[in-house]
């Protein structure tokens, strides 16, 4: 089982767009992997969770490498349950979550990196952005006026500005990379029929009415709209440092155990190890024991 999925995620991963087409994944696809929904949960937490908190412990106190992980996807798609369920086994004190909204009149006021850049995580943690500056090629791509209300200067408006906003995000995450910050981005691709029933779902469980709103419905009007900007923002920002990974999400157990084998395999990469302790170290270690004993005499 650690095997195969292991082999399964490697087809989703992008990391040279050129020749990525979206149409190529399935939404409904499940790897080929043999299980059920039920074997797939316990695989989930006793397998791959149990060693992301073992990574994660030492991803702490090794304290050099910042993990990145970017959630994109259509609204339904579950971003928010495969957080929750990827990342429930891990220490809440080494990991962040934030999620990007419309953004406020302070954030307008500033670059698009601004409000990203602001909670990148620390050496040592893992940071999730749920939703990212992608929306940046994405929302804002789809509504003008959205990046009207951006106030940047007529002349740097031009028919080149998503060119220029991936060189951007490109030079940007190059640069995290460099620095010791190891970046995942997942695209978590749900079919337009599968976000229909969802929606319903929502619209008949008193409980999800929350994550409800009419916009989710206009959005959906421009699924072929969204999936064209996907597709070239995939392509355009796929790289060996920071790869896409374009999950089916139409069987959220599939989705989850994908993405927790990406994140295990990048903390794998890694060789973390325990800081070893030194010499001073080992007789501060010994004069703790020592004084501790003396106590209980
Ligand atoms: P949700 O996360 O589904 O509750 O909704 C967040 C909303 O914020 C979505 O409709 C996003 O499209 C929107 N959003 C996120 N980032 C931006 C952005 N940079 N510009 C405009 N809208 C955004
Ligand atoms: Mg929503």
């Known amino acids: 089982m650690t095997k195969k999925l292991e082999e399964v995620v490697k087809q989703y991963r992008v990391t040279e767009g050129r020749l990525f087409r979206l149409k190529e994944v399935d939404p409904d ?5 043999k299980i059920s929904k039920k ?10 969770i149990a060693r992301l908190a073992e990574l994660q412990e030492k991803l702490y106190a090794q304290d050099q490498w910042s993990v990145l992980l970017i959630f994109q996807a259509m609204d339904a798609a579950g971003k928010d349950s495969t957080i929750k369920h990827v990342m429930s086994g891990i220490n809440p004190q080494g990991c962040d979550v934030h999620s990007f909204k419309v953004p406020s009149e302070e954030e307008l006021d500033h670059d698009f990196l601004w409000r990203t850049t602001k909670a990148l995580p620390t050496r040592g943690r893992i940071g999730i952005f749920n939703r990212s500056y992608y929306e940046e090629v994405l929302v804002v791509r789809i509504h003008p006026d959205i990046l009207a209300r951006q106030r940047i200067p007529e002349t740097l408006v031009t028919r080149s500005i998503w060119k220029q906003r991936f060189e951007d995000i490109n030079a940007f995450e190059r640069h995290l990379a460099r620095n010791g910050t190891v970046i ?4 978590l691709h749900v079919s337009h029929e599968e976000q229909r029933r969802r929606f319903m779902d929502r619209l008949d469980e008193p409980e999800k009415h929350w994550k409800f709103s009419l916009a989710d419905i206009k959005e959906r009007e421009r699924w072929d709209d969204y999936m064209r900007a996907y597709e070239d923002m995939i392509r355009r920002t796929a790289t ?7 999950v089916p999400a139409d069987h959220k157990w599939f989705t989850r155990l994908v993405v927790a084998a990406v994140v295990v395999e990048a903390l794998e990469g890694l060789k973390l190890a ?4 030194d010499d001073d170290k080992e007789k501060e270690l010994a004069r703790a024991r020592s004084l501790l004993a003396d106590e209980a005499n």
């Open 39 to 48: 074997q797939a949960g316990t695989t989930l937490q006793e397998e791959w």
């Open 274 to 277: 325990f800081p070893a302790v």
């Open 184 to 187: 995942r981005k997942f695209f």
């Open 240 to 246: 060996p440092h920071a790869p896409w990974y374009v």
């Open 29 to 33: 696809d499940r790897g080929g992997l």
